[in-house]
């Protein structure tokens, strides 16, 4: 059981990480709004665009989300120009994403406003901060 204090204190955590995430999306979410997309299109624009050729199975792991979830927006994101989706040159059963200009440069906008913002962040806070956060990260992610 918790008492009460350390509750507080944990729940203090938990709404500081809720305002973050709002704080962290919110330049990404206005830029894909004016385009009819959301969050899951930027995690896939992101992860095709730091592992180009990426299959869809791979990016169903990474993602941690079912085909099913995965397929409109894959599709839309294809029908806008902003990923290809190629048969692989070693195995004709493979699809391979990779981004098209148009999609790299959405996903630059889109991460580079969380990327300057994390700069920001770890610049006041220094560097031993910017360790402890990517370890409390790392720890939360492999929970």
């Not at 509750?7 to 305002?19: G, K, N, V, W």
């Not at 995690?43 to 409109?72: C, M």
Request: charged letters at 30%; one cysteine or more.
């Amino acid at each position: 059981m918790i008492d009460s204090t350390r509750e507080e204190q944990l729940r203090e955590a938990i709404e500081l990480l809720f305002f973050s995430y709002r704080a962290f999306t919110r330049g990404p979410d206005e830029i894909l709004a004016k385009r009819g997309l959301g969050r899951v299109h930027h995690r896939i624009l992101y992860f095709i665009g730091r592992e180009p050729g990426l299959s869809v199975n791979d990016l169903l792991t990474v993602l941690n989300i079912s085909k099913q979830a995965l397929h409109q927006p894959q599709q839309q994101l294809i029908s806008m120009g902003l990923v290809k989706n190629d048969k692989s040159k070693t195995d004709g059963r493979v699809k391979e994403l990779r981004l098209s200009a148009a999609g790299k440069r959405l996903e630059s906008r889109l991460t580079g406003t969380q990327l300057l913002q994390l700069e920001n962040v770890f610049s006041e806070c220094g560097r031993k901060s910017e360790k402890a956060w990517l370890e409390v990260m790392k720890t939360i992610a492999d929970d």
